[in-house]
């Protein structure tokens, strides 16, 4: 059981634009920034949002964060087939002293 | 840029140890830390534990903290992850990633984030 709550799946038509939501508690979204990670399928993960809102450089407008009390958000905007992949959003929890993801949620670009 | 690149596959016994490397370049080591994150298959992503560039301090997950343990030579600039005792439900993808982190002490607020991931090592653990 995941620290942090997300859709196991969302789908959309390409062009289109998918929220993917991530719910926690005051003791990690609540109090610590929130990061973004895009897992293609057979790749290792990439950073794609961190700290609420922030893009790495080389990480396209379409994608963007959001946070709201205890819960974030993560946009995709136009979307494309090769956007295709897992979902995961993560941050540091005061009261476990640990990193903590949720539990990742798949996009279909129908 | 940095990349980091990992050790490749292991297939260990139960009860065994692994230790997977992962070397860093393109960037200066002392100045972030090291994560490590797993995937075991069908699975998320779970967050092992970290070693802090400040002081090489390190901070493990609580289910994992008895059986891990995490290095850095800053002489080659490679980080290290032991686990001991592999039982099956290790079978995993393993990663190592830099580590961003900033706290800052006047709102209690702390930034933790992975932004270089290494290429993955599969571990897989069978009698």
């Known amino acids: 059981q995941s620290v942090l709550t997300q859709p196991p799946s969302v789908s959309a038509a390409p062009g289109q634009k998918v929220t993917i939501s991530c719910s926690g508690g005051?003791?990690?979204?609540?109090?610590?920034?929130v990061s973004w990670y895009q897992r293609l399928p057979g790749r290792a993960p990439k950073l794609l949002v961190y700290?609420?809102?922030e893009r790495p450089s080389g990480i396209p407008d379409r994608f963007s964060g959001s946070k709201s009390g205890t819960s974030a958000a993560l946009g995709i905007t136009g979307l494309q087939t090769g956007d295709e992949a897992d979902y995961y959003c993560?941050?540091?929890?005061?009261?476990?002293?640990?990193?903590?993801f949720g539990g990742g949620t798949k996009l279909t670009v129908l | 840029q940095a990349q980091l690149v990992q050790s490749e596959a292991e297939v260990k016994k139960p009860g065994a140890s692994v230790k997977v490397s992962c070397k860093a370049s393109?960037?200066?080591?002392?100045?972030?830390?090291i994560g490590w994150v797993r995937q075991a298959p069908g699975q998320g992503l779970e967050w092992m534990g970290g070693?802090?560039?400040?002081?090489?301090?390190?901070t493990y997950a609580q289910n994992l903290h008895d059986r891990v343990i995490m290095t850095a030579d800053t002489s080659t600039s490679t980080a290290y992850m032991e686990l001991r005792s592999l039982r099956s439900d290790d079978t995993a993808v393993y990663y190592c990633?830099?580590?961003?982190?900033?706290?800052?002490?006047?709102?209690?607020?702390?930034?933790?984030?992975?932004?270089?991931w290494g290429q993955g090592t599969m571990v897989i653990v069978s009698s």
């Open positions: 005051s003791s990690n979204i609540g109090n610590n920034y």
């Open positions: 990633a830099r580590l961003f982190e900033i706290y800052y002490f006047d709102s209690g607020t702390y930034s933790h984030s992975l932004d270089t």
């Open positions: 993560g941050t540091w929890d005061s009261s476990l002293s640990v990193g903590v």
């Open positions: 070693i802090s560039a400040v002081n090489r301090s390190t």
């Open positions: 700290d609420d809102n």
């Open positions: 393109g960037y200066t080591f002392t100045a972030y830390g």
